[in-house]
């Protein structure tokens, strides 16, 4: 979401379009991960390594904005975007946890019980497709972190001549307005 009662219509087409090719995904190849330990290894193999990459990202999120706030009124005002940025980073996470969780659920299922072990197969083969989809956004992610931790380094290294000019400025705008 954009702001207060404000809909990001491409976020939610985004979100709509990863859904439904992950529903489609996991109702038809679902055969294609019966039986196939290996399918399901590598799935689990790419999540464990995207689970410890976020956790990576998610640490990194903060520190920009500690660097770039000059005081605790900024501080106060930045709380609510970290909290978002965390908070998609985590759920990211927890649906990477999820996915190994129904992986190993499908490995404890009783073979006997065929109409579960599907189930569990569409759920996993969907869950990982979404969860795979809504990953391509962490690239972007750390970019913007990367350089959010540059222009907080470009203003801790501001000659005071020129901070003094841009506070001024920002000064003058607040007064504008």
Same mark, same amino acid.
């Given at each position: ?98 996915? !190994?969780? @129904? +992986?190993?659920?499908?490995? =404890? ?7 579960? $072990?599907?189930?569990? %197969? *569409?759920?996993? !083969?969907? @869950? +990982?497709?979404?969860?795979? =989809? ?7 992610? $750390?970019?913007?972190? %990367? *350089?959010?931790?540059?222009?907080? +380094? ?24």
């Amino acid at each position: 979401m954009s702001g207060a009662g404000n809909t990001d219509w491409v976020r939610l087409v985004k979100l709509i379009g990863a859904v439904a090719v992950s529903l489609y995904v996991g109702y038809r190849f679902q055969p294609a991960v019966a039986d196939n330990k290996d399918a399901v290894n590598t799935v689990v193999t790419i999540f464990s390594i995207l689970a410890g990459f976020l956790i990576a990202v998610i640490t990194f999120v903060a520190e920009p904005i500690l660097k770039q706030a000059t005081d605790w009124n900024e501080l106060q005002k930045m709380k609510d975007t970290v909290r978002r940025k965390l908070f998609r980073q985590k759920i990211l996470f927890f649906l990477y946890l999820l996915t !190994l969780g @129904l +992986a190993l659920a499908m490995y =404890l299922t009783p073979k006997e019980m065929v109409d579960v $072990l599907r189930w569990l %197969q *569409m759920a996993f !083969l969907s @869950l +990982a497709t979404f969860v795979f =989809l809504a990953s391509f956004s962490l690239p972007g992610s $750390l970019t913007r972190i %990367q *350089m959010e931790r540059y222009d907080a +380094a470009l203003d801790a290294s501001r000659p005071p001549v020129v901070s003094a000019a841009k506070q001024e400025a920002e000064r003058a705008t607040r007064l504008q307005n």
